[in-house]
């Protein structure tokens, strides 16, 4: 690399000249923290390596802030000490003091503070380009940079509106249930039209008049209420994807701006980030079988009109069972699969569940538990909560995994999922969950169905025929109750 | 560096994150998100720039303003992956019943 070449400082005035301490070493330490942000994600294929992936994460970040810190002239670093003592400081608090539950919260938190933080570095950026190295020899920013800039920030901006919103749903600040506007499409698509076109026009013009300056401004605005629009018609099911989709954003933003800055460092983590968003994204939409338009397009969980169920059956006879019956039928089979959903989460009935399974084992029955990619309201969210209540994750299983043993287990105990185990799935091409891979609960030899009560359907607003089969008994009551009842009998 | 060169980088490193991300094994697709959460706050090299700068106030403080976000999100969100991490445990106590994958 030759960094000689867009070092020429000289002409770029006084201000530029601090952040030139030309060092080749520098591009090799970016380098480097890029190279260890990937050892981070690479870590995470296995739980036996992820802890080191972790610390490599770690270092990389510490090398990228010390290098930025050791080779800039720094006018103001108790100011920026400070800084990051208070940034640290709440982050570590909010971090320790954090229920695993409210875990997609907190990532969607998390997303709006990288997508402002993207949104202020843009504005810096066009405040004091020397600082950046962006300025020309004619005293304007370069074109490219300019594109760079605007993209950043409209990204950032983006991420930041669309979390908070994301944040407001999982948090219950806000409802859950999608907010339709009339027109949305024709809004949206307009809005985005006009952020490119601006972005367009903002690096074609060439004087840094008053003219250009609005415009920078006007991208930045549309896209904070871009964000806002996308997000509020998405119900609360589809928010695994959004979350997943906000993630990407929040990679893409930080590109933008790694190429504004010429910073390897930032552009790897920009693309590894974004990448990772936009596979979890696609992961969550195959398993809803759902395309990620339809998802974005939103609407999702309102009352569905279509779909052939419906949620007017319930007068169809079923069975009540009780704690004693779920104690017994379990004690006495060979293999328990659990399939654990949101509801499960929120019950926080985790702790009691291993409990449950612990006592099980003692009685010579095999327990695995069972976890479709979308349960909860992130990716992974179950596996975290079980990790949490000491599950060992090698009794933890993948959809495919497991699926084909349904039929040679004894009881199938489902708790705070529906959809899941919908066989409509499978065979009602009306159903508007039809296609989406499921657990064929139906085939165990018994289920226990744990749900509040027998009105509400699942958030895809669709009528179970688990509730009716011969071989199900419906558990109503609060789930971590009802847990401890099951193992207040299986205790004695 | 010239804009190709970045390019290629970029371009290369989305390759690199498609595959390791497929490799990552879906009970960790939490911590996975925690984690490129507080790696994507790299961004702060870009906050810690402007904040340095002399010259512009406007600009040194949006910087400033910048760490403290990045900052709570660098510290907030490896601190949170380590927990998570921490907790994933193989089945080790009871040796009793062994065999099952």
């Known amino acids: 690399m030759a960094p000689a070449t867009v070092e020429s400082?000289?002409?770029?005035?006084?201000?530029?000249?601090?952040v030139h301490a030309v060092n080749?070493?520098?591009?090799?330490?970016?380098?480097?923290?890029?190279?260890?942000?990937?050892?981070?994600?690479?870590?995470?294929?296995?739980?036996s390596t992820s802890r080191q992936g972790n610390r490599f994460g770690m270092?990389?970040?510490?090398?990228?802030?010390?290098?930025?810190?050791?080779?800039?002239?720094?006018?103001?670093?108790?100011?920026?000490?400070?800084?990051?003592?208070?940034?640290?400081?709440?982050?570590?608090?909010?971090?320790?003091?954090?229920?695993?539950t409210a875990m997609p919260q907190l990532v969607a938190a998390f997303h709006s503070l990288v997508g402002l933080a993207?949104?202020?570095?843009?504005?810096?950026a066009f405040f004091n380009p020397g600082a950046f190295d962006i300025l020309g020899a004619d005293g304007n920013i370069f074109a490219v940079s300019r594109i760079e800039m605007a993209l950043g920030a409209a990204i950032g901006a983006i991420t930041f509106s669309g979390s908070v919103i994301a944040f407001?749903?999982?948090?219950?600040?806000?409802?859950?249930?999608?907010?339709?506007?009339?027109?949305?499409?024709?809004?949206?698509?307009?809005?985005?039209?006009?952020?490119?076109?601006?972005?367009?026009?903002?690096?074609?013009?060439d004087a840094a008049g008053p003219g250009e300056n609005s415009m920078f401004w006007i991208i930045v605005i549309l896209a904070f209420v871009i964000g806002f629009l996308l997000i509020i018609p998405i119900g609360g099911a589809d928010m695994p994807v959004v979350v997943s989709m906000l993630n990407s954003y929040s990679g893409w933003a930080a590109a933008a701006m790694g190429f504004t800055l010429h910073n390897t460092a930032m552009i790897i983590t920009g693309a590894l980030v974004g990448a990772s968003g936009a596979i979890l994204s696609y992961i969550m939409c195959r398993a809803m079988n759902r395309s990620?338009?339809?998802?974005?397009?939103?609407?999702?969980?309102?009352?569905?009109?279509?779909?052939?169920?419906?949620?007017?059956?319930?007068?169809?006879?079923?069975?009540?069972?009780?704690?004693?019956?779920?104690?017994?039928?379990?004690?006495?089979?060979?293999?328990?699969?659990?399939?654990?959903?949101?509801?499960?989460?929120?019950a926080q009935a985790q702790h009691v569940l291993r409990e449950m399974t612990d006592l099980l084992k003692e009685k010579g029955v095999t327990v695995k538990f069972a976890i479709h990619p979308v349960a909860g309201r992130m990716p992974g969210h179950m596996n975290v909560l079980l990790a949490e209540a000491n599950v060992p994750y090698d009794e933890v299983f993948e959809l495919e995994d497991i699926n084909g043993e349904f039929s040679q287990t004894d009881v199938a105990f489902v708790i705070g999922a529906n959809d899941v185990v919908n066989p409509a799935a499978r065979t009602d091409k009306s159903s508007p969950i039809y296609g989406m891979p499921v657990f064929d609960v139906d085939k165990a030899k018994t289920i226990f169905f744990i749900k509040r009560s027998m009105g509400g359907v699942g958030y895809a607003g669709v009528d179970n025929d688990v509730f009716y089969m011969d071989q199900t008994m419906m558990l109503l009551s609060d789930a971590k109750k009802m847990v401890e009842e099951i193992n207040k009998s299986l205790a004695d | 560096m010239d804009f190709i060169s970045i390019l290629s980088i970029f371009v290369l490193a989305c390759f690199v994150g498609y595959y390791v991300v497929w490799s990552v094994t879906p009970a960790l697709h939490t911590p996975l998100m925690?984690?490129?959460?507080a790696i994507s706050s790299v961004i702060i090299v870009g906050a810690l720039i402007a904040a340095a700068a002399a010259g512009v106030p406007a600009a040194k403080w949006l910087g400033l303003i910048g760490v403290v976000l990045a900052s709570v999100n660098i510290f907030g969100g490896f601190a949170v992956t380590e927990r998570m991490l921490a907790m994933y445990k193989k089945k080790e106590r009871p040796a009793k019943e062994g065999g099952k994958s």
Do not use: C
């Open chain 2, 34 to 37: 925690a984690v490129t959460n």
């Open chain 1, 59 to 100: 270092i990389g970040m510490l090398i990228a802030v010390v290098t930025t810190l050791v080779t800039h002239e720094i006018a103001s670093l108790p100011e920026i000490l400070v800084a990051v003592a208070i940034g640290g400081g709440i982050g570590f608090v909010i971090a320790r003091r954090i229920a695993m």
């Open chain 1, 9 to 18: 400082a000289v002409d770029y005035g006084a201000v530029a000249e601090a």
């Open chain 1, 118 to 124: 993207a949104v202020l570095v843009a504005m810096a």
């Open chain 1, 292 to 346: 990620f338009i339809s998802v974005i397009a939103g609407g999702f969980g309102a009352d569905s009109g279509g779909g052939g169920g419906g949620a007017a059956q319930t007068d169809r006879p079923w069975k009540r069972g009780s704690a004693e019956d779920a104690a017994f039928m379990m004690s006495q089979a060979e293999q328990v699969i659990i399939i654990p959903g949101y509801g499960m989460a929120v």
């Open chain 1, 168 to 205: 407001a749903k999982l948090n219950g600040n806000m409802s859950g249930s999608p907010i339709m506007l009339p027109a949305r499409h024709v809004i949206n698509l307009g809005t985005l039209a006009a952020i490119i076109v601006l972005t367009g026009l903002f690096a074609a013009s």
């Open chain 1, 24 to 47: 080749p070493w520098v591009a090799v330490a970016y380098l480097v923290s890029g190279v260890l942000f990937i050892l981070a994600l690479r870590g995470l294929s296995s739980p």
